[in-house]
């Protein structure tokens, strides 16, 4: 099992060394956006005279850039490759590999973080001495900070998993991939940290896992969170994890029946 | 400028489109949810302050108004266009385009029209009147018309702006995501400049004028805009025109067609 993900995960290094450019342009967007909340942020703490609610300006700057950094690490693209795949019958030869194909696309997950990594590191440095973000590392921060981060980049592959297999119904999920756009924008704490929304939707957003996948490790390394709470917080992950992955199951099983490869 | 030909070319164009009718609400409901999302992100914000460095609600929907509005008219034919012209540049097809009876630019510039982007254009303008109706201070028709004329300076520096960037597949062929550049900073129009700290401000400013095109304008609806940034909204748009019109001139002489 390994040697099949290495010989992915090779071919597609080559690959993404080859569209260099193009892998540069997609970081651009990355590192863009979330400096286009922290001013928002900003311009309102100037308004206010510094601070918003228990933030400071300093505290803005270090939660963007932790959400700019776990964003990039659990970004996939699960849901386009699947729509492209199913769209244009080109599932059907990968269905005739020996391997499943969802091999291939967690090689190409890490394999692209893997080189984009040399991009963001010099951006987030650059950025950090721009904003002058304010962190306390501990080393138990530090070590809970890896630990949410593992699992919100496992949560996430595998929820986007089951939006991408969502494709064996519909062909084209654009409507569906802007909806959980929508949704991860607003309750996943980038917009703005969920302690801002309203007492009732926050207590909800806390148990829904776009919260866990982005906003949960920012308030981590933020030391936002009690012992208890971070350690309640990876127990949910870990439950949204299984349910999603039973969810890929079910999806897989009935969507592979119903292929029939569009055009074919 | 021959106009029957650009008038045929609309019409052909037009007669495709209107083949795929479901478009229109597929158009529809992606503006609606891009204004959505701006509109919610603003309330958002408005829950912690009242105002954001001196500008009120109702202002800051006129700048998101301005911003959907003018993407709106750059979905509607300039970005197509040149999305065409890149992938006509990486298979040869250009060819084709050279040999119209037409000036070349014009020809990629317009050769793409999606009416139903229009769908965009009248959601911007929808909520455009909805926040000026809302202002405390009322809007003389003198604003009117300078809101409409840097407007259309506005769209002058983001169409050559765009070019510039097309233009670049003459060298690079492999440019398709090169638009996205532009995507990605238009992004950023969303909010007043004014919001950004300084050193990103220029940054924005100068690498992607996308400010002169969605600020400048909504600053004329608030009773903001001096007249020094009319005038050098006016002189940018200008000189970008020439510019980018050099540069095409340039990026087509390094052209060689791909069958040759």
């Not at chain 2, 914000?45 to 008219?73: H, M, S």
Request: aromatic share 16%.
């Amino acid at each position: 099992m390994f040697k099949i993900f290495c010989a992915h995960f090779k071919t597609n290094l080559a690959v993404h060394l080859q569209y260099r450019v193009a892998l540069g342009i997609r970081m651009m967007g990355t590192v863009l956006l979330p400096i286009i909340y922290l001013a928002t942020w900003w311009a309102v703490a100037d308004t206010k005279g510094g601070t918003v609610r228990d933030f400071t300006k300093a505290d803005f700057a270090a939660y963007y850039i932790a959400m700019m950094v776990i964003n990039h690490v659990t970004f996939t693209w699960l849901a386009w490759n699947y729509e492209f795949r199913i769209r244009h019958g080109a599932l059907s030869s990968l269905l005739s590999l020996p391997t499943h194909p969802i091999y291939r696309d967690f090689a190409q997950n890490i394999s692209y973080k893997v080189i984009s990594f040399f991009m963001i590191a010099p951006a987030v440095l650059i950025v950090s001495l721009m904003f002058k973000p304010h962190f306390q590392f501990t080393i138990a921060s530090a070590v809970f900070f890896g630990l949410a981060l593992l699992f919100s980049y496992a949560l996430r592959f595998l929820l986007e998993l089951n939006l991408a297999m969502t494709a064996f119904w519909f062909t084209r999920i654009k409507g569906i991939g802007e909806v959980y756009f929508f949704i991860l924008f607003f309750t996943s704490g980038q917009v703005a940290p969920i302690s801002f929304l309203p007492d009732w939707l926050r207590e909800a957003v806390r148990f829904m896992p776009f919260y866990l996948i982005l906003g949960f490790p920012a308030e981590v390394v933020l030391n936002k969170l009690s012992h208890a709470e971070i350690v309640n917080g990876m127990i949910m992950q870990g439950i949204w994890a299984i349910a999603c992955v039973c969810g890929v199951c079910v999806l897989w099983r009935s969507g592979i029946r119903r292929y029939s490869a569009v055009g074919a | 400028m021959n106009f029957r030909v650009l008038y045929t070319f609309l019409v052909v164009s037009l007669r495709n489109e209107l083949t795929y009718r479901a478009n229109f609400f597929s158009h529809l409901f992606d503006s609606l949810f891009t204004l959505g999302t701006s509109l919610a992100w603003l309330s958002v914000i408005f829950t912690q302050t009242d105002n954001l460095l001196g500008w009120k609600p109702r202002e800051l929907v006129a700048v998101v108004a301005t911003y959907t509005f003018i993407r709106g008219i750059l979905n509607l034919t300039i970005k197509p266009s040149f999305q065409k012209f890149i992938e006509d540049i990486r298979q040869g097809t250009l060819d084709f385009t050279l040999i119209k009876p037409m000036d070349s630019q014009w020809v990629v510039s317009i050769q793409q029209l999606r009416i139903w982007s229009l769908s965009e254009v009248l959601l911007g303008l929808v909520a455009l009147i909805i926040a000026i109706s809302g202002m405390s201070e009322a809007i003389s028709w003198v604003q009117m018309l300078l809101f409409v004329v840097i407007m259309i300076l506005g769209l002058g520096i983001i169409y050559s702006f765009l070019l510039m960037l097309a233009t670049c597949a003459f060298w690079f062929v492999q440019v398709e995501n090169v638009l996205e550049i532009f995507e990605n900073m238009y992004q950023a129009g969303r909010w007043p400049l004014g919001i950004y700290p300084k050193y990103l401000r220029y940054t924005l400013t100068f690498l992607v004028p996308i400010a002169f095109a969605v600020t400048v304008p909504a600053e004329v609806l608030t009773h903001r805009l001096g007249y020094q940034e009319f005038f050098l909204t006016a002189g940018l748009s200008v000189a970008m025109l020439i510019l980018s019109r050099w540069f095409w001139k340039v990026g087509l002489r390094h052209y060689s067609g791909a069958s040759s």
